[in-house]
């Protein structure tokens, strides 16, 4: 995740947060002692996420649609960069849509 988010001092059984995917989260445990999370979501059931948000099941760890997201007063407060696509196609900056 960008930033550090310490969700195991957050997180109390019965709150409600959402996942990347914009879905619900009811947290029914906070496990301190194996550092996991875990709770409800409609239509995947019981889920686990570590102390950072990420879903515990993630293959490598990685980034996903169903890891914690920090409740809205705790995101960072900024300008999202917009352009339009025939602007970025036409850009000098080589491909836009590369992720190298």
């Known amino acids: 995740m960008a ?4 969700f ?20 029914t445990a906070v496990a301190r002692e194996t550092g ?9 059931g019981a889920c686990a996420w570590r102390a950072d ?18 409740p809205e007063d705790a995101r960072p407060v900024g300008e999202q960069q917009r352009q339009s696509l025939a602007d970025a196609l036409q850009s000098s900056d080589g491909n836009p849509g590369c992720c190298d």
């Not at 930033?3 to 310490?6: H, K, L, R, V």
């Not at 996991?36 to 995947?44: D, S, Y």
């Not at 948000?53 to 920090?70: E, I, K, S, T, V």
């Open 8 to 27: 195991l001092a957050h997180c109390r059984p019965g709150m409600v947060l959402q996942i990347r995917d914009r879905r619900a989260v009811r947290i």
């Open 36 to 44: 996991l999370i875990k709770g409800e979501v409609p239509m995947l």
């Open 53 to 70: 948000g990420r879903f515990h099941q993630a293959p490598a760890g990685a980034a996903g649609p169903w890891d914690l997201m920090p």
């Open 3 to 6: 930033e550090s988010f310490d």
